[in-house]
């Protein structure tokens, strides 16, 4: 079975700071996992995924990745955060072996203060 | 192009209306997908259809019916609806179902409201 957690509901970081945004998997095979972000009243689009090449993966928007196996972690990084990054982001892990099925986190809402 | 487009972009209607949704993507994918979202959730899965064939059907209640008329369109037929069912309707697609590596790439939402 596949699962996904993330940890903090909200996250609030000043504008240039560090946005670590953390998901958790479970799965019983090797993971395809992927980040969303969605704005307001709009539908989700895809920051980056991980489909077991490079461990670290880097995405639109300045954002990055890494799979840590050892951890079953795969956090969302951003070195700078910038106004318009404020935004809800969902953690998704896919399930191989049920057409495609998309397994989303509960959702990180990230505001950035001036 | 990696655009879903969604149509009506708002919806209002009664609990004894007969609408529809409709979801239209030209990126030649063969798996499309129907999620509900309630605010401050996930999205939740409806439908699955792969190849223009339902795939998966999440237990939905019989007064949302999905139809793929064929591999570029997807609607959702909405008849009977309860106020809980207000929410925004997403559609996504992805190149196939097969390997659970594809993107699913979503369209902005039908934002429904049922009176």
């Known amino acids: 079975a596949q699962s996904v957690t993330q940890l903090g509901s909200h996250v609030s970081v000043s504008e240039g700071a560090l946005v670590l945004l953390r998901c958790n998997y479970s799965s019983s095979v090797p993971p395809y996992l992927f980040w969303y972000v969605q704005y307001p009243n709009q539908g989700l689009q895809l920051l980056l995924k991980y489909t077991s090449a490079a461990t670290l993966v880097k995405g639109i928007n300045g954002f990055e990745a890494e799979f840590k196996k050892s951890e079953t972690s795969f956090h969302l990084t951003k070195p700078s955060a910038h106004m318009s990054d404020a935004a809800e982001y969902f953690c998704a892990v896919s399930d191989r072996n049920n057409f495609n099925k998309f397994y989303f986190g509960s959702g990180t809402k990230l505001n950035v203060k001036p | 192009d990696t655009e879903v487009t969604q149509t009506p972009k708002h919806l209002v209607m009664g609990m004894t209306n007969k609408k529809s949704l409709k979801c239209e993507q030209h990126?030649?994918?063969?798996?499309m997908y129907w999620y509900k979202q309630k605010a401050k959730k996930p999205p939740e899965l409806m439908f699955v259809y792969s190849y223009e064939k339902l795939s998966i059907n999440e237990s939905v209640p019989s007064r949302f019916s999905p139809e793929c008329p064929n591999s570029s369109l997807l609607n959702l037929h909405l008849h009977a609806l309860q106020p809980e069912d207000s929410a925004l309707y997403l559609c996504?697609?992805?190149?196939?179902?097969?390997?659970?590596?594809?993107?699913?790439?979503f369209g902005p939402g039908t934002r429904l409201t049922v009176l």
């Open positions: 990126m030649g994918h063969r798996a």
């Open positions: 996504a697609s992805s190149q196939d179902i097969a390997g659970g590596q594809d993107t699913q790439y």
